[in-house]
């Protein structure tokens, strides 16, 4: 099969569309043949060298795609030769063929086109997971998301709003806020020219937001405490602001607030906090609403795999509203 490969470390200029072996259907795994896959941070992360697949992942990259199954490993049930599904990956997406755990497999929703579906896995399972599973969002609560107009942020917006809560959000430029607005963000804040502290305080009252999503972490460390109602429970799953900074401990215990950091990539597939669990959870909570049309993938662009460079250029420039898909055709 063909695969995009990282010739060494470094810019988009080191991805190469090539022959690599196929994978093989491991216990407990499918065979999925490559509708789309979608183009994340981590993914940017891992071509420079800073961000390793988990042992025993594929090197390729790639952490969502859809496809038709090909092939059922031993021990696997519910699903056959022939299904249309989307998959949450380790790795591997950026392909023809990939091998995924059976546990990580989502049925292609009714009313989605089988590639626009690979948008779906990692927003729908990062979103749920942390901001519902984790943070408990609740009705009547608000809710405050970095990057509002990036496939996490999309995403996060529809669900929150779906949820009832008052949804605020962060993006870089007016059109940005605008789709943003119309997914159903209440409050949009242009962070180039804005303090989202100051906005949050003035919408609210001076209350704070209950649930903050951000994807900047220690650049907007202590700015998201100070963003927090008391009670607020702050999420962090990205670090394009950097690694390092100083939490105020006191400001945190005064709020009786909270900040948890997580990582999806590295879950094991099945067993208690698992991908698996979390798939299940967004197929019961949330698919149900995907295919009604009530919340949708938002796509930008779609590009074939062997411009896997330039689809990493636009990421990494923020030229996107959602997700940047790639196609295994020529």
Not at 13 to 32: M, Q, S
Request: one cysteine or more.
């Amino acid at each position: 099969m063909r695969a995009v490969v990282i010739s060494e470390p470094g810019g988009p200029e080191v991805l190469d569309w090539r022959e690599v072996p196929d994978p093989v259907c491991g216990p407990g795994e499918v065979i999925v043949d490559v509708a789309a896959t979608a183009v994340n941070r981590a993914d940017l992360l891992q071509r420079q060298g800073f961000y390793p697949p988990p042992k025993g992942a594929s090197d390729i990259l790639g952490l969502e795609c859809s496809g038709t199954i090909s092939e059922v490993g031993e021990g696997v049930t519910g699903w056959s030769d022939g299904d249309e599904v989307c998959a949450l990956l380790a790795g591997g997406g950026y392909a023809e063929r990939v091998a995924v755990p059976a546990a990580q497999l989502l049925p292609r929703p009714a009313g989605v086109e089988l590639a626009t579906a690979a948008a779906l896995p990692e927003v729908t399972c990062t979103v749920w997971s942390n901001v519902f599973m984790l943070a408990g969002l609740r009705h009547g609560e608000n809710f405050l998301v970095h990057g509002g107009s990036s496939g996490i942020g999309t995403m996060a917006i529809q669900l929150a709003a779906r949820a009832g809560a008052r949804v605020f959000t962060t993006a870089g430029t007016q059109a940005k806020l605008d789709v943003c607005r119309e997914l159903g963000a209440d409050v949009g804040i242009n962070y180039r020219d804005e303090d989202f502290v100051e906005r949050v305080r003035e919408e609210t009252g001076g209350r704070g937001v209950d649930v903050v999503l951000d994807n900047m972490g220690a650049k907007y460390l202590a700015r998201n405490v100070d963003a927090l109602a008391v009670g607020g429970r702050l999420v962090v799953i990205g670090m394009q602001g950097g690694t390092k900074a100083e939490l105020d401990l006191g400001k945190l215990l005064a709020k009786r607030g909270s900040v948890h950091a997580t990582a999806l990539r590295s879950r094991p597939p099945t067993g208690r906090g698992g991908k698996g669990e979390i798939v299940a959870a967004v197929r019961h909570d949330v698919w149900p609403d995907v295919e009604r049309g009530v919340v949708r993938p938002i796509v930008d662009r779609r590009l074939p795999m062997a411009r896997a460079a330039e689809a990493h250029r636009v990421v990494e420039a923020s030229e996107h509203i959602g997700k940047v898909l790639l196609l295994p055709e020529d």
